[in-house]
């Protein structure tokens, strides 16, 4: 059983990792960005935070860039405790059961055992 540190620190690692690999599309890389800095992880290089992206239903990885990026900027948009509280609950959800998946999902072989341990 992984402690909370070592389970923010194993998703960063993993993270991190995926960063150094070839992406097919910018929401990629972005998603993975914004994820090791929610977990309070740091960047070797600078990012810039881009405008956020049409939202639509087939995409939900658009929806988790655009909450994080609420989240992030929280104090600029004068959101409430409550609002901050529920963004940083479905964020941390996310990170714990979802990154690792969206990532290893395109590799047949990872994705058999991701269907063992979801």
Known sequence: MYSVNDLCDHIIKFSKDRLLQKHPRD???????????????????????KIPGAIHHARCMAKAIYSLKIYLFCEQIRSTLK?????????????????????????SVKALLQDLTF
């Open 27 to 49: 929401d990629y890389r972005e998603l993975l960005e914004l994820t090791v800095i929610f977990l309070g992880g740091k960047l070797s290089s600078d990012i810039s935070f």
């Open 83 to 107: 609002e901050e509280s529920a963004l940083k609950s479905i964020w941390i959800f996310t990170a714990r059961l979802y990154i690792k998946v969206w990532f290893n999902s395109p590799s």
